[in-house]
Every structure is written in structure tokens, then in C-alpha cells.
């Protein structure tokens, strides 16, 4: 009796305490370990995936359902004509260094983002803005060279985040921002955390400490998600096990859509892509479905253009190309090919990729296309296809929001060339009337879906598993992010 | 005959039946994927099952067993082909400088872990199946190389090759005659092991995906592809499993075997 009593009571400490302990820190995997931590350079997603509206914040925000909402900008006027935009900030921003966040950091952001050298990813998003001016403390006036309909979208990009010049010099290992967490410390190749900035401006996280781990093995995501190691994945890597996970108590499975449409590149400027023919021969030998099921075991949504379907301005142009083998066959006799031909296919990691190639390879062969697949980590997918265009297909999920703009880029590595589509896009961004943008939205994707310029697969879905307990988290990825905000065990 | 010996030919024979047969015929089309019957469980229609693409694991298996066969025996091959002549060279010319570069430059390959080199040799040429089976054999030299100069070098001592020098006979035509015949033994029983070890290295190469590249079957790819099935559909992930390892098993006891039965010493003891 006396041991029992001693049993209980120490089994009821252990309980208080790892419950005490499970209430505010959380440990995230996602699956790819960021390069660098400076958003405002690096281009790779998983910068973002940690650090946006976690620790940096920029004028604008996306938010979980991809609106447009305020970020450090609480107010703003828009000039009759479109081309000045004043910001009225946040009073009391801090910068986790102590500094204050002001519009003289505003300016020194926008102006080293768009400047002539600078290393910006997506230095588009900055091309229209002619002039920066700090009208006050807290106001800050930017000036466009021509009207542009995108112009606060693309200042909630994680690339147009607000940095300071103060902690610039070393942003990349030690990032400093206005966000409600603030960078802890990063043990490379393993973990990062992220802890709570007590002296936050907005309303404060639940979360006290927040430890994100990087696990891009499909077995090993398996294991440590099962044995609870990591309490959230977002962008598990195996579809296959998402039903075993949805079927367990202890866990929650949140399936999203993603800004990432699935394509099979085709390289437009080799022989036999340069003929549309052949483009169109190797579409209607694709079956989407078969694809979505053997790869993504059911996980996405069929696209018949470079476009978002849970877009409002999305087209459906699957009619465009239906998987039809015969049609494929007669299209590649007429292009003179009735013999078929012999083409590259490589493919970077992802399961999508990988196990989808696998089936794209057998369904090209039904119509006489032989391809040699060549299996490429990231690095070399970004130097072979990527850089220097060496290839014939691939497959990739081009996971930007509202990305249809790289069609107009002739040295994309795809290499589409075509005048009357960049001549639409050009119209698209000096339109700002919603029902302008999205007739010249439609008429962008129609072009590109009739000249068949790659073959459109499916919008890529998202999986989050996570422990049954947690809320607040992003269902969806409108941007590569996982948003820890308002994520609470909650109770 | 030991009961090794017969265990361990009749795996090997049934393998590489397996390997034959795919030539002429498989149950299915491997290159044809059926998604709508994927991970079928074994029985029905499909012996084995079927794989995540709808694939028959009985046909996979019979076209890997034919591919790991290939890459193993054209390792071997090599290993043979470039070590034993290497080995009988440096045996004649023992002592000499030569004998020490020849012996040396075995013991520089043996110094690197051979799976690691494997891998570099693949990730700078590209992963294919010819590449594996270079870097394969590769490291099949040195074994063969050590073994033949070991074996050749007391009998160089013995007098029915002194009888041969006497006549006449140069280093390289007593090599071939006499020395050889002599170490062949050794030799079949020692390509026997190298086979089920580069069977092993063909399937780790494959499952890291260095190997044979699809559509070409290979049991290590199988069980690469099969690794995040495992709750879900065992079959998929085992069946490539016990092909490898029924390969290598019985492999191994057809060496010991082999040697056993070959060896003149161990028989004369047995009688």
C-alpha cells in the first residue's frame, strides 16, 4: 500500500509536468533545411517556410486563406491615378535588436530590394516602384512608375519583407525582424528555434518557443511524426501514410491546396518541343488522373493551364488536353514523327516528381515517346535544367502564387517565346479594375494552354499532420509559410 | 555432396531460372503501369501481388533477379578477367619491382571502403546500370589479384614447374599451363562469394537510387520504392527483401560448398 501511494503520486507529478511543459513549445518539421535565413535574398522556400510572419513582417501579409491583410502598413491611400500608395505604420514597432521600426526602414528595405544591385529574388515584385519618400515618423509615400494592380499583393511576398539597416550585415545567420518570434539559434543540418519577442507590437503568440527540424526523408518523416518527436509536419513527404495518420486519435490530418502547379516542363527551344505538335502529342498522352493516384495517392487537382484552380479567375482548360493516346499518335504522325523519338526526363526529388516521372515515362511510351530518366538532387536540377537548359522534359511544381508572369520571360528554362502573351501581361499589370484583370487573366491562361507550351498536371496538394491538440494552423500554403501566430495547444 | 552444396545450387539455379525465363516470358508487362490495381495483395490473378503502380511483383522480380545477375556476373567478370592475370604477373615475377607495384596498387583499391567508391564512381559518370557494374568490379580486381598470386606463388616451388622451366617453357606459358589449372578451384569458389557480395552491392546501389534506372526493374529499387509502403502493403516491401536475400544465401552456401567438395584435402579427409 505504501509503494502504491508512492507510485501514484510520483506518476501524477510526471503527468503535471509534461503537461506543463507541452503547453507553449512546439517542435515543426518541414522538409527542406533553408540555405540561408535572409528572405530578401535567398530564394528558396524554406527561408519563407520559417521565417515569414514569424519572425519578419512586411507593409502587407497574407493570410491563411491568401487575402491581402495589414501587415506593418495599418492603413493606406491609394492615389486617384494608381501610382502613389502613402503607408501609415504601426506605432511602437520594434525591432528585436531594440530598434524601432520606422518609415527610414521602410525606405532602406525597398530601396535595397529594387536598387541596381541588388540580390532580391524576385526583383519584379519591385520594378514598377519609381520613388520612396519618408513623409513622417510613421508615414511612408511610394511612388509607381505605371499604375500596377499587383503593387500590395506583391508587398506581402516573404522577399518584400521590412529589414533594418542596423542588423542588415548579418541577416542571413542571424536574422532580425519585427515579427512575434525572434531568431534563438540555429544548429545547422539539424534544428532551428525561434523564440517569443515578449515586446511584440501586435497581439502575442500562445507559443513560448518554437523549435523547427527538417526531415526530407519520406521513412523518417514516417517515424518521427509517429513517434511524436516532432508535434507538426508541414508538407509531409509520403502520401501513401496520410490515411494511417487520419485514422489515429492522437493525430490530425489537414489537407490543403498550394500555390503549386505540377507541370511537365518541355523544353520549348530543342527539337522535337520547338514544333507545337509534338507539345500537343505528348499532352493528350498524359493521363492526370493516374498520375494523381499512382504518385500523390490521390492528392491533388487536374489543371489544364499554369493557373491556381481555387483562384477565382481560374479557366478550366482540361478539354484542351484530355489524355487520348490515339489523337497523341495521329498528332505526332502529322508532325512527322510516326516512328516516335527518343527524349530526357529528369526529375528532381520530390515524390511527385520521382514517382510520377515513372508513370509519365510509361504513358509516353504507349505512344511511341521513349524518355531516359535521369533521377537529380536539387542542386543539379537547378545547374542542368534549370541554369543551363539541358533537357529535353521534367517535372516540377512551380509553387510561387499567381507565377503565369514566367511565360513572358523567354529565357525561362522552359524558353516560351511568344509576343501576344507577353503584350496580354503587359496590359494585366497596368490594369487595375478587377473585372479588366481578370478577363486579361483568362485570355494569359487560354494562350498558354492552346500553344501547349508544357503539359499541365495538377495544383499540388499540401498535407499537414499534426498532433490532435494544436490549433491555429494554416490549412492551406498561399505562400511557402508556416505561420505560428495564432498555433496554440489548444486549452 | 554436402547438403550446402545442394541447397545453395538449387537457389542459385532457381534464380537464375527466374532470370533466364524472363527473357522469353513474364506474367505481365512491367513497363505497362495499371494504377487502378495498385497494392494488390498476393493471390488472384497476380501471384506476388502488385506494387504501387499496379506492376505484377512476380514479373519485377523476375526482371530485377535478371538485372542483378547481369550487373553481378559482369563484375565478377572484370574482377576475373583483369585481377587473376594480374595476379599470375605478379607471382611469376616475384620479388621483382613490379610484383610490388601490381601488389600495392591492390592494396591502395582495398584500402578504400568499396561501397562508399561505388557511390563516387556512380555520382560522377551518372547512375546507371554499366556504371554500377564498373564500380563494382573495380573492386573485384584486387580480391582476385591477391588470391591467384597467393596460390601461385608456393607452387612456383614446387618441382613439376621447375620440370617445366627446365624444358624451356616461358614465365607466361607456365602460368597459363601449369599454375593456372592448378588455382582454378580457388578461383570458382571465390567468384562465388564475389557474385552474392556484388548482388549486395547491385541492390544498395539501387536503393539509393545509383543503380539500374527506370523503367529497369532491380530489387533494391523495389525495396527503396516499397520502404514507406511497409504499414500499408508488407508484401511490396518484402518479397524484393527475400529475393535478395534467398540470392545471397544461397550464393554463399553454394561457395562453401563448392569449396568443400573442390578442395583434394577436405575430400581425402571426408573418405
Redesign the interface.
Known amino acids: 500500500m505504501h509503494h502504491f501511494k508512492r507510485l501514484a503520486a510520483s506518476t501524477a507529478v510526471v503527468l503535471c509536468a509534461s503537461g506543463a511543459l507541452a503547453q507553449d513549445s512546439i517542435t515543426v518539421a518541414i522538409q527542406l533545411e533553408p540555405p540561408n535565413l535572409d528572405p530578401t535574398s535567398g530564394a528558396a522556400q524554406a527561408i519563407d517556410s520559417v521565417l515569414y510572419a514569424n519572425v519578419f513582417e512586411g507593409l502587407t501579409r497574407f493570410d491563411a486563406d491568401g487575402a491581402i491583410i495589414r501587415g506593418l502598413a495599418q492603413s493606406w491611400d491609394i492615389s486617384e491615378d494608381g501610382l502613389t500608395y502613402t503607408f501609415n505604420l504601426a506605432a511602437g514597432v520594434t525591432f528585436h535588436d531594440g530598434t524601432t521600426m520606422d518609415a527610414e526602414d521602410v525606405k532602406f528595405s525597398l530601396d535595397r530590394a529594387r536598387a541596381e544591385d541588388s540580390t532580391n529574388a524576385q526583383k519584379a515584385l519591385f520594378a514598377d516602384i519609381a520613388d520612396v519618400t519618408v513623409i513622417g515618423p510613421l508615414v511612408v509615400q511610394v511612388t509607381l512608375s505605371k499604375p500596377n494592380g499587383m503593387f500590395l499583393f506583391n508587398m506581402a511576398w516573404g522577399d518584400a519583407v521590412i529589414v533594418a539597416p542596423e542588423s542588415i550585415d548579418t541577416i542571413a545567420t542571424n536574422p532580425v525582424g519585427t515579427g512575434p518570434f525572434a531568431f534563438a539559434n540555429w544548429v545547422q543540418g539539424d534544428r532551428l528555434e525561434l523564440a517569443r519577442n515578449d515586446s511584440y507590437w501586435g497581439a502575442a503568440p500562445a507559443l513560448e518557443t518554437a523549435t523547427f527540424r527538417f526531415i526530407s526523408d519520406?521513412?523518417a518523416a514516417?517515424a518521427a511524426m509517429m513517434a511524436e518527436d516532432v508535434d507538426v509536419f508541414v508538407g509531409f513527404p509520403?502520401p501513401?501514410?496520410l490515411?494511417?495518420f487520419a485514422a489515429d486519435p492522437r493525430f490530425q490530418v489537414l489537407n490543403g491546396n498550394t500555390e503549386g502547379e505540377t507541370i511537365l516542363a518541355m523544353n520549348n527551344q530543342r527539337e522535337p518541343f520547338d514544333n507545337p505538335l509534338v507539345r500537343r502529342a505528348v499532352t493528350h498522352a498524359i493521363d492526370r488522373q493516374?498520375i494523381i493516384?499512382?504518385a500523390m495517392f490521390g492528392q491533388g487537382t487536374p489543371i489544364g493551364t499554369h493557373f491556381a484552380p481555387h483562384n477565382p479567375d481560374y479557366v478550366d482548360l482540361l478539354a484542351n488536353s484530355q489524355f487520348d493516346p490515339d489523337l497523341s499518335r495521329s498528332l505526332l504522325a502529322e508532325a512527322g514523327l510516326a516512328d516516335g523519338f527518343t527524349t530526357t526526363l529528369k526529375l528532381p526529388p520530390p515524390s511527385y516528381a520521382r514517382?510520377g516521372?515513372?508513370?509519365i515515362?510509361?504513358?509516353l511510351?504507349?505512344v511511341g515517346i521513349e524518355t531516359?530518366?535521369?533521377?537529380l538532387e536539387w542542386a543539379q536540377w537547378i545547374e542542368e535544367v534549370f541554369t543551363n537548359k539541358d533537357f529535353g522534359l521534367s517535372i516540377v511544381s512551380h509553387t510561387e502564387p499567381m507565377d503565369i508572369n514566367i511565360y513572358a520571360n523567354p529565357d525561362y528554362y522552359f524558353q516560351y517565346d511568344n509576343a501576344d502573351f507577353r503584350a496580354v501581361l503587359e496590359d494585366l499589370n497596368a490594369t487595375t479594375d478587377p473585372a479588366g484583370r481578370s478577363a486579361l487573366l483568362a485570355q494569359a491562361q487560354t494562350i498558354i494552354s492552346e500553344d501547349y507550351v508544357n503539359g499541365y498536371l495538377f495544383q499540388l496538394g499540401v498535407a499537414t499532420v499534426a498532433r490532435a491538440e494544436i490549433t491555429g494552423l494554416w490549412v492551406n500554403q498561399p505562400t511557402a509559410a508556416v505561420d505560428l501566430t495564432g498555433v496554440s495547444w489548444g486549452n | 555432396m554436402s547438403r550446402n552444396l545442394i541447397i545453395g545450387a538449387g537457389l542459385t539455379a532457381f534464380f537464375t531460372g527466374l532470370a533466364a525465363l524472363s527473357f522469353l516470358w513474364t506474367p505481365y508487362d512491367i513497363?505497362?503501369?495499371d494504377?487502378?490495381n495498385?497494392l494488390l495483395t498476393p493471390g488472384g490473378a497476380h501471384l506476388l501481388g502488385t506494387d504501387?503502380?499496379?506492376r505484377d511483383i512476380l514479373s519485377m522480380v523476375m526482371m530485377g533477379a535478371r538485372t542483378s545477375i547481369a550487373v553481378a556476373l559482369v563484375a565478377v567478370g572484370i574482377g576475373m578477367g583483369l585481377g587473376v592475370p594480374l595476379g599470375l604477373w605478379a607471382a611469376a615475377r616475384r620479388g621483382s619491382l613490379l610484383d610490388d607495384v601490381i601488389m600495392r596498387g591492390n592494396d591502395l583499391v582495398f584500402a578504400f571502403p568499396s561501397l562508399v567508391i561505388a557511390i563516387l564512381i556512380t555520382a560522377v559518370f551518372?547512375?546507371s546500370a554499366v556504371n554500377a557494374i564498373i564500380a563494382i568490379g573495380i573492386f573485384n580486381i584486387p580480391v582476385f589479384a591477391r588470391l591467384t598470386r597467393g596460390a601461385a606463388l608456393p607452387l612456383w616451388e614446387r618441382d613439376f614447374i621447375l620440370a617445366a622451366r627446365v624444358s624451356g617453357k616461358g614465365a607466361a606459358r607456365i602460368s597459363a599451363e601449369h599454375i593456372l589449372p592448378n588455382i582454378a578451384n580457388l578461383m570458382i569458389v571465390q567468384g562465388t562469394i564475389q557474385f552474392s557480395l556484388g548482388i549486395l552491392a547491385e541492390a544498395a546501389l539501387s536503393y539509393i537510387?545509383l543503380g539500374a534506372?527506370?523503367?529497369t526493374a532491380s530489387w533494391g529499387r523495389m525495396l527503396a520504392d516499397a520502404?514507406?509502403?511497409v504499414?500499408?502493403a508488407p508484401h511490396v516491401a518484402l518479397i524484393p527483401g527475400f529475393a535478395i536475400l534467398l540470392t545471397v544465401l544461397g550464393l554463399n552456401l553454394l561457395g562453401d560448398g563448392l569449396r568443400d567438395w573442390l578442395d583434394p584435402r577436405i575430400r581425402v579427409v571426408r573418405t
Open positions: 519520406p521513412t514516417f509520403a501513401e501514410n490515411p494511417q493516374a493516384d499512382g514517382r516521372g515513372e508513370i515515362a510509361s504513358q511510351r504507349a531516359e530518366i535521369t533521377n | 513497363e505497362v503501369l494504377i487502378p495498385r504501387h503502380f499496379g551518372g547512375p537510387g534506372q527506370p523503367p520502404q514507406t509502403l504499414s500499408i
